[in-house]
């Protein structure tokens, strides 16, 4: 498994303590299994305070990351590869064959799992067939129209999740404002974004989330597990 210095591997993590640790055992975990896996780590500087087995990491970007729940919408476009995939700091890479991640995109230029309504957080769902495409796993190329909108994706949180502005911007509930999938899901269903989107294939093997039943996984073992962190 060569390394592919166009290719790579992006986790963020900020505000709490527990993202960067669990980013620091999930990049372990994909050392162990794609040792040449080139991993960049965006995160604020106070987090680095006291976190060991850093040098997991190939590169750890902190200079403007905002302290924000959110942040990772801040940094996707700011991916130092030309292939990149995103990793919830949430998961644990289970299998070898995470070294193939970046042949899924093919002529995409992004591809998703997809969401379980039986495994959703009602709080954070909506009951749309487009609502489906799953923010924790995710791989993109670098062409100029989908970095504008992983920038608008940062944009829609940064700007409308206020309550009085979301209400007036958006015809959807608005428990839906503090939830990253939802301004995925408005982007995806409601704007001219001209990107050819898609999914993993057997995607619920490259996204198993807690409480996903065995059967998703179409006979074959897990390459991503998702144990999603609760606050």
Known sequence: MARKPNNGFVYIATVNKRYILSAVNSAETLRDHYPDANITLFTTPDMLDGVVDLEVFDTIITDGVPADKRAKLWALDKTPYKTTAYLDADTI???DEISSIFDQLGDRDIIFTKIRKYNSNPKGFIDDPEYIRHGGVFVYNNKAKTLRFMQSWWNLWLTTRATSVFVNTYDYPAKMKEWDQFYLFYLAK???????????????????VRGYLRSELGGLPPIIEHYTIDF
Do not use: E, I, P
């Open 93 to 95: 890479v289970v299998s």
């Open 190 to 208: 409601h704007t001219n974004h001209k990107l050819n989107l898609g999914f993993f294939d057997t995607d619920a093997r490259w996204n198993f």
